[in-house]
Nanobody, 129 residues
Framework: EVQLQASGGGLVQAGGSLRLSCTAS????????IGWFRQAPGKEREGVSC????????NYADSVKGRFTISTDNAKNAAYLQMNNLKPEDTAVYYC??????????????????????WGQGTLVTVSS
């Protein structure tokens, strides 16, 4: 069974950086689509970034473009979300997700949360002003 584990959240001041990690059991990320999502208190879950291993495409939410970067390290069975210049509005629980369909991210112009079969538990990111 595929299991994902997200980590790396914490408290950071506005303008600071964090790197979230998502580790996986039973597979390597080069055969999957990977997505990062977040849910702020009282708000719906939203897509942050995704990566399709089928063609290397990445998508980002407009609110994080130029500040966040998604990457993978197949040797470590890990995916990352580097978050720079964090803002208070980035405060949320962040989730990683994966799916066997390698072009799930490429099929859309934005980051959609439909179709992901595997989800990790969330990691809380709090950005203070």
């Amino acid at each position: 069974e595929v299991q994902l584990q997200a980590s790396g959240g914490g408290l950071v001041q506005a303008g600071g950086s964090l790197r979230l990690s998502c580790t996986a059991s039973e597979f390597t990320f080069d055969h999957f689509t990977i997505g990062w999502f977040r849910q702020a208190p009282g708000k719906e879950r939203e897509g942050v970034s995704c990566f399709s291993s089928g063609d290397g495409r990445t998508n980002y939410a407009d609110s994080v473009k130029g500040r966040f970067t998604i990457s993978t390290d197949n040797a470590k069975n890990a995916a990352y979300l580097q978050m720079n210049n964090l803002k208070p509005e980035d405060t949320a629980v962040y989730y990683c997700a994966a799916d066997y369909y390698r072009w799930l991210c490429s099929d859309h112009d934005t980051v959609v949360d439909k179709g992901y079969d595997f989800w990790g538990q969330g990691t809380l990111v709090t950005v203070s002003s």
